[in-house]
């Protein structure tokens, strides 16, 4: 008993002395060392920096920084270290500190952006992408929250204007919720579209531009929504755009319009961190009444009547003598709050957010749930899963819904003050509030989903597979109620009650492999050989209805109606491809790449071979050279690419249809309707590209410069078909041939740098043009013909005339012509006889020259930022409809239409039925223009003023869009006012405007915090 009690007494002894020992030395061992903390930041901006690894050499200790920026390093030895961060798209900063033991030091660090960010990694569709450095053709990156937390985006055109050169938006259009085709340098097609493919998150997702209800000037097979616009900027981390043939060979078929990739944001490594945004703001019509001009009439007796009771045009008029503004500022509205956070197993992004935006009448506007949640699990040290998620549920209401004549713009445009004093009011045939009742709505839902699984057996093989859906689901409805005069009103046949309906459903399917395997000869000879393969398919099942009569008032829907036609579109599309590629690179400074890619789709004819698509590509970072010494010059890049990717033929184009009839009594019987051509295949872009990238000045001004060549061959054309066949319309067929080519350059420059202030400084611009070589067979006409641009605007041009005493035109004179197919203007003065037969070409219906320049300056410790954008086009002609109207076309409200006071107008206008015909008078123009597109300014709350609320970080942020056109080259046409040079159309870039909203200005508040 007492051995065991003895036993038990020394080893408690023995514990107590080990614990004792244990912490002393635990004691000792914290008075030598320290701890260091703080957050890292843009230099440039002030802005927290997450996701950089802070790290000291040599002792095997560092952290990565959470989404506030912060970083600890505990357990530090005392004495001085060096103190290093890093992160992709900056450069790597080192620091010395010195640490006394025991001190918790707080030491913040600013990292300055590398101005090329050649290290970056670029979705080219290879596993794991590839460095930014390796890439032998130029692509444009954008951040998205650069440009949301500075400017009023309401969508992503918002987003992308005037930030990549040779990107351009087709229409710059006021119907709120619609949107706008897109083009990548410039114009390369005869028949097919330009739209680029736009992938989220890996998967490809529907990119049409014809969506919604067919309006006043939608595309020929639907509306004028852009289904692009469904995503919310606030999802998008960065937007990377893939320009033209030679970098789209690895995408295939219907890729050479080019490709956006979207990267929506994803979770990070710590602590939840939420941020909230609240944006408000208004959108408003600039300067209506200048829109309209002076609005003329003509009396019963003859007389001219200039615009309303003095008042210049009926916009004035409403306004000022009725009280009845027929336009309004709408509000634009929106909230989203978001949280990221993880561990270093499980990541996530989860956001929510709701958009509210009115247009210039309050049936005009665009209401968005836009719902997200990203995961990202590291299922093992060699494999991980990441999963994203996107659901958006909306309602649209269109102004401008009736086809004819449009809207609200199109009755106030065509006024006649001779119906001043008519139920009319002056308005042409429907006014405000009869326009009001009319309902145009898409009301939608849609999922985008993907899973990526990425396999690594360390730095050598990366493996990847996605799998992705994009579906939604529309509900498109265009409403006349049943008015109480029934066809006696304004209305017309309609009046009785008329309702078209569409519910498209659309499901785009990606399956995605794609595998890269590293290895070398030395540390300096590396290669990578990339596999994938690659399975799209896309569907589009449609019903159509059309309803008119509804039997009540009450009823306004199109079960509602007395009379229905149903139909019914099926469009199935599939594609499957694979492509190889080897890349070699040395010190990695050179890389030398080539590929090919194999294609095959169902809208092939049956006859068509699969695509093959090459590539190669060659870069030289030689400013990492051992003979470099030209100090001016810090950084410079050398690149060159030469590839093809394809543009597939329509879905039926390769299919003989036959349609169903009733035939002799009443018996089901087939016509022809469609003749295939089993040999159609896709349009083949090929481009050369070749260009640099460069850094002076320790690289605090940048850039680059890119030159393109392309040739598109194998154009499609539509052949009119011979009757002895059976069917009429036309066929398909590969035979045109239009070249394409321009350039692209970037500066951006660091005119000041001090620490409480700095100053930058970009400018950007690009040139396209394009020449028809070969039509394919079809029949030219005056603005189609080989030697000309596509599409291109041709007019005669009348030079002189005077009236005779009859008052008919004579002595009428015309430009004959010049340059080398004697088509351009400033030829001799001649007789209008001797130019019939042809017209003179005034110029594209595209903008061969883009320009921007952007200023930023940062104040007060750089938590202060003011910004401003400018942008501009010069060299489109384009044709306005709504302006055309006002004189010849359909309700003439122009002092030069009713008076025919000038010879010129007269024989060029009047007698347009006969040669010549002189569009420059009334229609075509030269849309050249400067525009104030943004302004503004953003203040970065001080952290005191907001420590006690719990929150890391606030900004606020005022600005404004579209304020100011600064010049514009053509005013007016004979008298009537250019509403606006960037107004366009979507169905043809020469019929612009009919139907249409002009572009809206806007302004707002954001409120930004982090906790």
Same mark, same amino acid.
């Given at each position: 008993?007492?051995?065991?009690?003895?036993?038990?007494?020394?080893?408690?002894?023995?514990l107590f002395t080990t614990v004792l020992l244990l912490t002393t030395t635990s004691i000792a061992d914290a008075q030598e060392t320290a701890s260091i903390a703080g957050t890292?930041?843009? *230099?440039?901006?002030?802005?927290?920096?997450?996701?950089?690894?802070?790290?000291?050499?040599?002792?095997?200790?560092?952290?990565?920084?959470?989404?506030?920026?912060?970083?600890?390093?505990?357990?530090?030895?005392?004495?001085?270290?060096?103190?290093?961060?890093?992160?992709?798209?900056?450069?790597?900063?080192?620091?010395?500190?010195?640490?006394?033991?025991?001190?918790?030091?707080?030491?913040?660090?600013?990292?300055?952006?590398?101005?090329?960010?050649?290290?970056?990694?670029?979705?080219?569709?290879?596993?794991?992408?590839?460095?930014?450095?390796?890439?032998?053709?130029?692509?444009?990156?954008?951040?998205?929250?650069?440009?949301?937390?500075?400017?009023?985006?309401?969508?992503?055109?918002?987003?992308?204007?005037?930030?990549?050169?040779?990107?351009?938006?087709?229409?710059?259009?006021?119907?709120?919720?619609?949107?706008?085709?897109?083009?990548?340098?410039?114009?390369?097609?005869?028949?097919?579209?330009?739209?680029?493919?736009?992938?989220?998150?890996?998967?490809?997702?529907?990119?049409?531009?014809?969506?919604?209800?067919?309006?006043?000037?939608?595309?020929?097979?639907?509306?004028?929504?852009?289904?692009?616009?469904?995503?919310?900027?606030?999802?998008?981390?960065?937007?990377?755009? @893939?320009?033209?043939?030679?970098?789209?060979?690895?995408?295939?078929?219907?890729?050479?319009?080019?490709?956006?990739?979207?990267?929506?944001?994803?979770?990070?490594?710590?602590?939840?961190?939420?941020?909230?945004? /609240?944006?408000?703001?208004?959108?408003?019509?600039?300067?209506?009444?200048?829109?309209?001009?002076?609005?003329?009439?003509?009396?019963?007796?003859?007389?001219?009547?200039?615009?309303?009771?003095?008042?210049?045009?009926?916009?004035?008029?409403?306004?000022?003598?009725?009280?009845?503004?027929?336009?309004?500022?709408?509000?634009?509205?929106?909230?989203?709050?978001?949280?990221?956070?993880?561990?270093?197993?499980?990541?996530?992004?989860?956001?929510?957010?709701?958009?509210?935006?009115?247009? @210039?009448?309050?049936?005009?506007?665009?209401?968005?749930?836009?719902?997200?949640?990203?995961?990202?699990?590291?299922?093992?040290?060699?494999?991980?899963?990441?999963?994203?998620?996107?659901?958006?549920?909306?309602?649209?209401?269109?102004?401008?819904?009736?086809?004819?004549?449009?809207? @609200?713009?199109?009755?106030?445009?065509?006024?006649?003050?001779?119906?001043?004093?008519?139920?009319?009011?002056?308005?042409?045939?429907?006014?405000?509030?009869?326009?009001?009742?009319?309902?145009?709505?898409?009301?939608?839902?849609?999922?985008?989903?993907?899973?990526?699984?990425?396999?690594?057996?360390?730095?050598?093989?990366?493996?990847?597979?996605?799998?992705?859906?994009?579906?939604?689901?529309?509900?498109?409805?265009?409403?006349?109620?049943?008015?109480?005069?029934?066809?006696?009103?304004?209305?017309?046949?309609?009046?009785?009650?008329?309702?078209?309906?569409?519910?498209?459903?659309?499901?785009?399917?990606?399956?995605?492999?794609?595998?890269?395997?590293?290895?070398?000869?030395?540390?300096?000879?590396?290669?990578?050989?990339?596999?994938?393969?690659?399975?799209?398919?896309?569907?589009?099942?449609?019903?159509?209805?059309?309803?008119?009569?509804?039997?009540?008032?009450?009823?306004?829907?199109?079960?509602?109606?007395?009379?229905?036609?149903?139909?019914?579109?099926?469009?199935?599309?599939?594609?499957?491809?694979?492509?190889?590629?080897?890349?070699?690179?040395?010190?990695?400074?050179?890389?030398?790449?080539?590929?090919?890619?194999?294609?095959?789709?169902?809208?092939?004819?049956?006859?068509?071979?699969?695509?093959?698509?090459?590539?190669?590509?060659?870069?030289?970072?030689?400013?990492? *050279?051992?003979?470099?010494?030209?100090?001016?010059?810090?950084?410079?890049?050398?690149?060159?690419?030469?590839?093809?990717?394809?543009?597939?033929?329509?879905?039926?184009?390769?299919?003989?249809?036959?349609?169903?009839?009733?035939?002799?009594?009443?018996?089901?019987?087939?016509?022809?309707?469609?003749?295939?051509?089993?040999?159609?295949?896709?349009?083949?872009?090929? *481009?050369?590209?070749?260009?640099?990238?460069?850094?002076?000045?320790?690289?605090?001004?940048?850039?680059?410069?890119?030159?393109?060549?392309?040739?598109?061959?194998?154009?499609?054309?539509?052949?009119?078909?011979?009757?002895?066949?059976?069917?009429?319309?036309? *066929?398909?067929?590969?035979?045109?041939?239009?070249?394409?080519?321009?350039?692209?350059?970037?500066?951006?420059?660091?005119?000041?740098?001090?620490?409480?202030?700095?100053?930058?400084?970009?400018?950007?611009?690009?040139?396209?043009?394009?020449?028809?070589?070969?039509?394919?067979?079809?029949?030219?006409?005056?603005?189609?013909?080989?030697?000309?641009?596509?599409?291109? /605007?041709?007019?005669?041009?009348?030079?002189s005339a005077e009236f005779d005493e009859f008052g008919d035109p004579v002595n009428v004179m015309c430009d004959a012509g010049t340059g080398r197919l004697g088509l351009e203007?400033?030829?001799?003065?001649?007789?209008?006889?001797?130019?019939?037969?042809?017209?003179?070409?005034?110029?594209?219906?595209?903008?061969?020259?883009?320009?921007?320049?952007?200023?930023?300056?940062?104040?007060?410790?750089?938590?202060?930022?003011?910004?401003?954008?400018?942008?501009?086009?010069?060299?489109?002609?384009?044709?306005?409809?709504?302006?055309?109207?006002?004189?010849?076309?359909?309700?003439?409200?122009?002092?030069?239409?009713?008076?025919?006071?000038?010879?010129?107008?007269?024989?060029? #206008? #009047?007698?347009?039925?006969?040669?010549?015909?002189?569009?420059?008078?009334?229609?075509?123009?030269?849309?050249?223009?400067?525009?104030?597109?943004?302004?503004?300014?953003?203040?970065?709350?001080?952290?005191?003023?907001?420590?006690?609320?719990?929150?890391?970080?606030?900004?606020?942020?005022?600005?404004?869009?579209?304020?100011?056109?600064?010049?514009?080259?053509?005013?007016?046409?004979?008298?009537?006012?250019?509403?606006?040079?960037?107004?366009?159309? @979507?169905?043809? #870039?020469?019929?612009?405007?009919?139907?249409?909203?002009?572009?809206?200005?806007?302004?707002?508040?954001?409120?930004?915090?982090?906790?």
């Open positions: 008993m007492w051995s065991m009690t003895r036993s038990r007494r020394l080893l408690l002894r023995a890292v930041v843009d *230099e440039q901006t002030a802005q927290p920096i997450s996701s950089a690894q802070v790290f000291i050499p040599g002792i095997d200790q560092g952290a990565l920084t959470d989404q506030s920026g912060r970083y600890v390093l505990i357990e530090v030895p005392a004495g001085t270290h060096t103190l290093s961060v890093q992160r992709i798209g900056y450069r790597s900063t080192e620091l010395a500190v010195t640490l006394v033991a025991g001190q918790s030091l707080e030491q913040d660090i600013q990292i300055s952006q590398e101005a090329l960010a050649l290290d970056e990694i670029i979705v080219t569709g290879t596993a794991g992408g590839t460095q930014r450095r390796a890439i032998g053709n130029s692509v444009a990156s954008v951040t998205a929250s650069d440009i949301t937390q500075t400017s009023q985006i309401n969508s992503v055109q918002d987003l992308l204007t005037g930030q990549a050169p040779g990107l351009d938006f087709a229409v710059s259009a006021g119907n709120i919720g619609a949107g706008s085709p897109i083009r990548v340098r410039g114009v390369s097609s005869l028949e097919l579209g330009q739209q680029p493919l736009i992938y989220v998150d890996g998967v490809r997702v529907n990119n049409a531009t014809d969506a919604g209800p067919f309006l006043g000037n939608g595309a020929a097979s639907g509306g004028e929504v852009s289904v692009l616009e469904d995503f919310s900027p606030d999802e998008i981390e960065s937007i990377e755009i @893939i320009k033209g043939p030679a970098a789209a060979t690895l995408y295939g078929t219907e890729a050479s319009a080019g490709v956006i990739q979207i990267i929506t944001k994803k979770g990070v490594q710590g602590a939840p961190q939420f941020s909230l945004s /609240v944006s408000q703001g208004a959108n408003y019509l600039s300067d209506p009444s200048g829109k309209l001009g002076t609005q003329w009439g003509i009396s019963p007796t003859g007389e001219l009547i200039e615009g309303f009771e003095g008042y210049p045009n009926i916009y004035e008029y409403e306004t000022e003598v009725l009280g009845n503004d027929p336009l309004q500022y709408g509000r634009a509205q929106s909230y989203s709050l978001d949280v990221r956070g993880g561990t270093e197993t499980v990541r996530y992004f989860l956001s929510g957010g709701w958009q509210d935006d009115e247009g @210039i009448v309050d049936y005009n506007f665009n209401e968005r749930l836009n719902l997200r949640g990203n995961i990202g699990v590291t299922l093992s040290s060699a494999l991980a899963l990441d999963v994203s998620t996107g659901f958006l549920s909306g309602l649209t209401g269109f102004a401008q819904q009736l086809t004819e004549p449009g809207g @609200i713009w199109d009755a106030m445009m065509w006024a006649q003050p001779e119906l001043k004093d008519t139920d009319r009011r002056g308005f042409m045939r429907y006014t405000p509030e009869e326009l009001a009742t009319v309902e145009a709505t898409r009301e939608y839902e849609r999922f985008t989903g993907s899973a990526t699984l990425t396999h690594r057996m360390g730095d050598r093989l990366t493996q990847r597979l996605i799998v992705g859906m994009d579906r939604a689901s529309d509900e498109n409805q265009v409403l006349v109620p049943r008015h109480q005069l029934g066809t006696a009103s304004a209305f017309g046949g309609i009046g009785l009650g008329d309702v078209q309906l569409s519910r498209p459903i659309n499901k785009e399917v990606t399956f995605d492999y794609a595998a890269s395997l590293n290895y070398g000869l030395s540390d300096a000879l590396r290669f990578t050989t990339s596999v994938g393969a690659q399975y799209y398919s896309s569907e589009l099942n449609q019903i159509n209805g059309h309803g008119s009569v509804l039997a009540s008032p009450a009823l306004r829907s199109i079960e509602g109606t007395t009379r229905v036609d149903i139909g019914q579109l099926f469009v199935q599309n599939k594609s499957m491809g694979v492509y190889f590629q080897q890349q070699l690179s040395w010190n990695d400074r050179i890389f030398l790449t080539g590929a090919v890619r194999a294609d095959d789709n169902s809208a092939f004819g049956s006859d068509f071979d699969a695509a093959i698509y090459p590539k190669v590509s060659g870069t030289w970072l030689i400013s990492e *050279e051992g003979f470099w010494n030209i100090p001016l010059v810090s950084t410079l890049r050398l690149r060159s690419a030469l590839g093809q990717a394809g543009r597939q033929p329509a879905t039926f184009d390769a299919v003989t249809l036959y349609e169903p009839k009733t035939g002799r009594g009443g018996n089901p019987a087939m016509i022809p309707a469609n003749l295939g051509n089993p040999n159609v295949g896709p349009e083949v872009g090929t *481009e050369l590209e070749v260009g640099f990238d460069y850094g002076l000045l320790e690289d605090r001004i940048s850039g680059d410069f890119t030159y393109f060549h392309q040739w598109t061959t194998e154009a499609l054309a539509n052949l009119p078909l011979l009757p002895s066949l059976g069917f009429s319309g036309t *066929e398909a067929v590969n035979l045109g041939q239009l070249n394409n080519w321009g350039w692209e350059a970037t500066v951006q420059a660091r005119l000041v740098e001090r620490p409480s202030w700095a100053l930058d400084m970009g400018l950007s611009g690009d040139h396209s043009y394009n020449k028809i070589v070969d039509l394919g067979g079809r029949l030219p006409t005056f603005e189609l013909k080989e030697g000309l641009p596509f599409p291109a /605007v041709a007019s005669d041009v009348i030079v203007r400033g030829g001799p003065t001649v007789p209008c006889a001797e130019t019939a037969g042809y017209e003179l070409l005034l110029g594209p219906a595209f903008s061969p020259y883009n320009f921007s320049v952007d200023a930023s300056l940062y104040l007060l410790g750089r938590s202060l930022q003011l910004f401003a954008m400018a942008a501009g086009e010069h060299g489109a002609w384009r044709e306005s409809t709504v302006v055309w109207c006002r004189f010849a076309g359909c309700f003439t409200n122009t002092r030069a239409s009713l008076a025919q006071d000038d010879p010129i107008y007269v024989e060029g #206008v #009047v007698f347009q039925q006969r040669h010549p015909y002189d569009q420059t008078l009334i229609r075509a123009f030269d849309a050249s223009f400067w525009k104030l597109r943004r302004v503004g300014a953003r203040y970065e709350v001080p952290n005191r003023w907001i420590a006690n609320t719990g929150a890391s970080r606030a900004s606020i942020s005022i600005s404004g869009t579209n304020l100011w056109t600064i010049w514009q080259k053509t005013k007016e046409l004979s008298g009537a006012p250019v509403v606006d040079p960037e107004f366009a159309g @979507i169905e043809s #870039v020469t019929d612009t405007d009919l139907g249409m909203m002009p572009p809206l200005s806007g302004f707002s508040v954001r409120f930004d915090v982090s906790f």
